[in-house]
């Protein structure tokens, strides 16, 4: 079976990594995947969100620590203080359903005391652990829901309003939100996002990366010629300027240039943290 069209459509190329494939249904969905950021007013039922959620919380844990939460926002009042902290994403608070993932280090730590072994889960191992808890749970999470036929939308530009989100959802010491999902029926098919080649994030048995340049170059053609962005959405032309041409690498280098997350250290260490 040939997956040759999904192949296109992630990557823009025309190769796929072998025409004598087994068919896995399951695969072809996920190289089709998409963000969604419009949802039909049909809600989800609680117990498919639940379904769900199990499914998430089946994901591979560091040490079976299982050190990932999330905070299901059903009040009303707590969803329209978190979609005015960003009030440019309007989906926060138009999703028929928005999650908080959580790394939650504080739950080992009362584990400990429980059992008279304290711990302090406060270390770096300890914050780099339960976020990759909360990451390997969300994404678990968003394909599990799109294989039942919900959209989603990560959010996790929550991240550089932490302190107001934990204010608001009552996060104690030890647990800090990783990211927001918007969950529900899509309204629209959306667009599937063009990832980069695996000659750029695929390595053999050793890092190289002396051809990224080449590979960037082509990339953004190929990108460029599915969606060419307009002159009016290059970022901070009273920075950069407008350059001629514009693909995906001057972007996301103009994006990385500006500072984002900065509270969120201070945050973390406010959290009971100790990040050195």
Partial sequence: MSYESEWRARFGEDSEPSPDLP???WLHRVLMRRTHRRYAARPVPEGLLRLLLGAAFSASSKSD????????????GRRDRLAALVPDMPWIGNAPEFLVFCGDARRLERTGEMRRHVNDNGTLEGFFNASLDAALVLQTFILAAETAGLGCCPISVIRNHAKAVAEILGMPEKVFPVAGLCVGYPAAT???????????????????DRRLDEALDAYDRRRDARYSLPREQQRSPELFGHAPFYGWSEDKARLAVQPEGQEFAMFLRRAGFVLD
Avoid: K, N
């Avoid at 620590?65 to 009303?76: M, N, P």
């Avoid at 959306?190 to 190289?208: A, K, N, W």
């Fill in 23 to 25: 068919d896995v249904p």
């Fill in 190 to 208: 959306g667009h599937i996002s063009m990832r980069l080649p695996l000659e750029t994030t695929l390595h053999i048995d050793q890092y190289d």
């Fill in 65 to 76: 620590f299982q050190q990932a939460s999330v905070i299901w926002v059903r009040d009303r």
